[in-house]
């Protein structure tokens, strides 16, 4: 007969090893430190899962089951290539609300920004004072632009890290609405300073 196989997790367990797990077999996770009450749970669980498998009224559910497990370490799974893919592109990806300003960044639109991945998004005014001075005009001409005429949003333009750093970025972006029908722009940040570099180099040898 099958024996069911309960992962143990920590705090540090990688989405990685999770979605090994699951696909390894695993049939639910416990968190360390071991509770008794959660794994008495899940002993139970299992029982009554291996009851049910006698049963064709059940075995639908159980089924559904896995079937979700399945889709979860999917989505994880996605979720990391796409993780990856932004960051050896060096390019990231943002959404603007645009009745709030607020913003949702990428980790890879963070590191671009010169910001840790997981601090608190700007909205689109203090994400200004991260532009370049001399192009913020530029910016907000582009922006209102395409919000009031729903062209793509299409610019190159400075960013200043806070070190003083100045990095070339390449921005894309299209305006959506949401399941809930609200505006937002959905778009792309790509760091083009190489790219930039070379060219003026390349200028400056002709």
């Given amino acids: 007969c099958d024996i069911p196989v309960l992962f143990l997790v920590t705090p540090a367990t990688t989405p990685a090893q999770r979605i090994a797990a699951l696909e390894a077999g695993a049939a639910g996770f416990l968190a360390l430190p071991l509770q008794p009450q959660d794994l008495i749970a899940q002993l139970r669980l299992m029982v009554r899962l291996k009851a049910a498998d006698?049963?064709?009224?059940?075995?639908?559910?159980?089924?559904?089951?896995?079937?979700?497990?399945?889709?979860?370490?999917?989505?994880?799974?996605?979720?990391?290539?796409?993780?990856?893919?932004?960051?050896?592109?060096?390019?990231?990806?943002?959404?603007?609300?645009?009745?709030?300003?607020?913003?949702?960044?990428?980790?890879?639109?963070?590191?671009?920004f010169g910001l840790a991945p997981g601090s608190s998004p700007p909205t689109v005014d203090t994400y200004a004072q991260l532009i370049h001075p001399a192009d913020r005009a530029d910016l907000y001409q582009m922006f209102g632009k395409s919000v009031a005429?729903?062209?793509?949003?299409?610019?190159?333009?400075?960013?200043?890290?806070?070190?003083?750093?100045?990095?070339?970025?390449?921005?894309?972006?299209?305006?959506?609405?949401?399941?809930?029908?609200?505006?937002?722009?959905?778009?792309?940040?790509?760091?083009?300073?190489e790219r930039r570099g070379a060219e003026e180099a390349l200028r400056e040898s002709e």
């Fill in 54 to 112: 006698r049963s064709a009224q059940v075995q639908p559910a159980a089924r559904d089951t896995i079937e979700c497990q399945q889709a979860e370490a999917a989505i994880l799974h996605s979720e990391m290539r796409l993780r990856a893919a932004e960051r050896v592109a060096h390019t990231g990806h943002y959404e603007i609300d645009i009745a709030t300003g607020l913003a949702v960044w990428s980790e890879e639109t963070y590191r671009i």
């Fill in 149 to 193: 005429e729903g062209v793509p949003f299409d610019l190159e333009y400075r960013i200043v890290h806070a070190d003083g750093e100045i990095r070339y970025v390449h921005s894309l972006g299209n305006l959506i609405q949401d399941a809930a029908g609200q505006t937002k722009m959905f778009g792309t940040f790509q760091d083009i300073t």
